[in-house]
């Protein structure tokens, strides 16, 4: 009977993979599939077809980590289960993300005194939404108090990543966005005080700007905005996009002032998965005091016969990025952290140059003050046949991914490069990479394939923030 059996199945026994009648096929694209399929074979055709994406370790568009060690690995596979907002069944999660706030608070200087609150969240861009929304109901609640008119609410910001227009949008705050003048990329002090009265909720600097790498001047804002409360009598606070940032310069640049040693400062985002080294999934929003987060935003979800206060967007979320983060800062410590992230700046230090010295490029951003990134257009009247845009597909070739992207709207005739030096991304990977650019570019001396972009052709504003 039971060799009977066998006889019946035979052919899917022994059926290769791509000898076997379920890979015979198309897979249904766009309807819900009729039949069911055996494991293996339906994920062969995935696995296959994910083949087709870009390698992530070559990715150098991505803020994001794309190499871990094994134990982050590990934890991650021993934590797919967990829940994190089921505090009371997995108490030990919340505990560690609660250990990841205070160690946080302290790396970003979070004074003795303060009751520091603050919480995981997906990425930076859930933690911009808390941060924007404590900013919105903090000004609200200050001028109810006072009688005034709260319909016109305003955030002041320098050239930012799209969960800022966003965040505005969706919660109906006027964007004051400081645009791109000329070779002035990033926000000022004088700039920033344009802009600001008394309906500002906040002004928020970003430390590691998307678009090119560099660290908005934090400390001279907040001084600026000092000096205009001291005049006017307008209070107003900053909160720090320090997606990127929040991960280097604590370890870095110790010195530069851009955290809650300036009381202005109330509230910090920054993202786990990017220089934090956690995998894809986990931010960070750190408020200076209690104080800062009004109340009402609070919910308690009740743990452990206690409350625990939860601000967030989402519920149901995955535990073991948050796990993964504090392995890191077990792990690293600041010492792990900070030659991680040096190791990312000489590379960074070393393609500048050389990249540079081909002398076709001008140098936008090298590292120096801001993120291990290299950003870089064609010098201006040169005529080397071909564009940046032609430069990133030729290297597409090789499987490197460098993204061309045109400027804000109104900067869009400056087209720029831009490589982000990651964990992972080494010296020698780095030599290998600009062997491929000085091969891309000798291909074009022969060939040239461009005239120079028309504006029009050069597109519009790409959030290329990932
Ligand atoms: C990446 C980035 C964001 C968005 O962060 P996610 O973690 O991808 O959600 C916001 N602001 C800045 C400055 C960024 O670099």
């Known amino acids: 009977m039971a060799l009977h059996k066998r006889e019946d199945i035979r052919d899917e026994l022994l059926d290769d993979i791509y000898g076997s009648a379920d890979l015979s096929v198309k ?16 994920y062969s055709a995935i696995h296959d077809e994910l083949m087709l994406d870009g390698n992530a370790r070559q ?11 094994p134990e982050v690995q590990q934890l991650m596979d021993e934590c797919v289960d967990k829940n994190m907002i089921d505090k009371d069944e997995y108490p030990q999660t919340a505990e560690v993300e609660r250990r990841c706030v ?61 969960c800022w227009p966003k965040f ?46 560099q660290y908005e001047p934090v400390k001279a804002v907040s001084d600026a905005l000092d000096q205009l409360q001291s005049e006017q009598g307008l209070d107003i606070p900053i909160h720090v996009d320090a997606a990127s940032g929040g991960f280097l310069a604590p370890f870095v640049n ?47 979800v009740n743990y452990l016969g206690g409350d625990v206060p939860t601000f967030a967007l989402n519920f149901s979320r995955p535990g073991g990025q948050i ?32 990249i540079e010295q081909m002398g076709i490029f001008e140098l936008i951003h090298d590292g120096e003050g801001g993120i291990p990134a290299v950003s870089w257009k064609l010098k201006e009247d040169t005529d080397v046949g071909f564009t940046l845009y032609d430069l990133a597909d030729r290297l597409r070739t090789r499987g490197w991914l460098v993204p061309a992207y045109s400027m804000l709207p109104n900067c869009t005739d400056l087209v720029i490069q831009r490589i982000l030096v990651r964990h992972g991304f080494s010296h020698d990977l780095g030599s290998l990479l600009l062997d491929d650019i000085r091969h891309s570019i000798a291909y074009f001396d022969k060939h040239p394939v461009s005239k120079p972009l028309s504006e029009s052709e050069a597109g519009s504003y790409n959030h290329s923030g990932r």
């Not at 303060?114 to 939404?129: D, K, L, P, R």
């Not at 000022?188 to 906040?202: M, S």
Request: aromatic fraction near 12%; charge should be neutral.
């Open 168 to 213: 505005c949008r969706y919660w109906d705050v006027e964007l004051r966005e400081i645009p791109m003048e000329g070779d002035r990329l990033i926000m000022t002090p004088e700039e920033v005080l344009k802009r600001c009265d008394d309906n500002t909720i906040g002004v928020v600097p970003t430390l590691g700007v998307t678009f090119t790498g």
């Open 59 to 69: 990715n150098l568009a991505t803020f994001c980590t794309t190499w871990w060690e």
């Open 323 to 354: 796990i993964a983060q504090y392995y890191n800062f077990l792990r690293l410590g600041k010492e792990g952290y900070r030659k991680i992230q040096q190791a990312c700046y000489d590379t960074a230090k070393y393609l500048a140059k050389a």
């Open 27 to 42: 897979f249904p694209k766009f309807k819900f599939p009729k039949d069911e399929h055996i494991p293996r074979d339906a």
């Open 254 to 300: 110790p010195d530069l002032e851009w955290d809650f040693r300036l009381p202005r400062v109330k509230s910090i985002n920054a993202s786990g998965h990017k220089f934090g080294l956690a995998p894809l999934g986990v931010g960070w929003a750190v408020w200076r005091d209690i104080d800062d987060l009004d109340e009402d935003l609070i919910f308690n």
């Open 102 to 162: 205070h160690m946080l608070a302290d790396l970003w200087n979070s004074p003795e005194s303060a009751h520091t609150i603050g919480c995981s969240t997906t990425g930076s861009s859930e933690a911009a939404m808390l941060g924007g929304l404590a900013l919105k109901w903090r000004w609200r609640k200050r001028r109810q108090a006072e009688g005034k008119p709260t319909d016109k609410p305003n955030l002041v910001t320098g050239p930012v990543q799209i």
